[in-house]
């Protein structure tokens, strides 16, 4: 995906979400927070890989899917569709002004520096309920937008946190892995 350089990172948006930076000289975090391997391939020879991951992200996305898009919640792949388009909607309706997306949190496991611990961390929605002075609305396409933002702003924050390790403040970011249906 062109993330060959020193210092440039790549955020793989998949199962997990690993982020990672290229570095030349080896760097270990010393509060653990962060692994680092070597990377040997045909372009980035003697370079260490610097990891933080973001969590459970694929997973997340194919329950919440199965959640919204099927009678019985079980998963089928053609959901994945459907979560595009919810979310082309959502964009759509931010841009046109029709909807807020601040009206809706999502905390579902993303996190900075997730561990992958089997212990099971509680998530949620915070949403305006319905039934207040001011008629609250609230559309899948919401749900779907903040899970996402969930996943991106918990990447971010990693991202943030190995450019600090490094001691790099800013470089060039690939965007890549399986929801971002790149080739």
């Known amino acids: 995906a062109g993330c060959i350089d020193e210092l440039d990172a790549a955020i793989v948006v ?11 000289e080896l760097r270990f975090d010393e ?5 680092t391997t070597m990377f040997n391939l045909k372009n980035v020879v003697d370079t260490y890989v610097v990891e933080a991951s973001t969590g459970i992200t694929g997973q997340l996305l194919t329950w919440l899917s ?21 979310y082309e909607l959502f964009d759509a309706d931010e ?3 029709r909807v807020d997306g601040r009206d809706v ?3 579902l496991g993303p996190d900075v520096l ?3 611990s089997s212990t099971i961390v509680p998530g949620a929605f915070v949403f305006p309920t319905p039934g207040t002075v001011d008629e609250a609305v609230l559309a899948r396409r919401q749900l779907v937008a903040a899970t996402f933002e969930n996943i991106q702003f918990a990447s971010f924050k990693n991202l943030e946190i190995l450019r600090a390790l ?5 470089g060039r970011t690939f965007l890549l892995g399986g929801v971002t249906r790149s080739a």
Not at 79 to 86: G, K, R, T, V
């Open 31 to 35: 509060r653990a927070r962060a692994w």
């Open 14 to 24: 998949g199962s997990t979400t690993p982020v990672q930076m290229l570095k030349r």
């Open 166 to 170: 490094v001691g790099h403040k800013e």
């Open 66 to 86: 199965g959640l919204l898009f099927s009678k019985d919640g079980q998963f089928k792949k053609e959901h994945l569709a459907s979560l595009d388009d919810e």
């Open 95 to 97: 841009i046109s002004g």
């Open 105 to 107: 949190l999502a905390f």
């Open 114 to 116: 997730a561990s992958s």
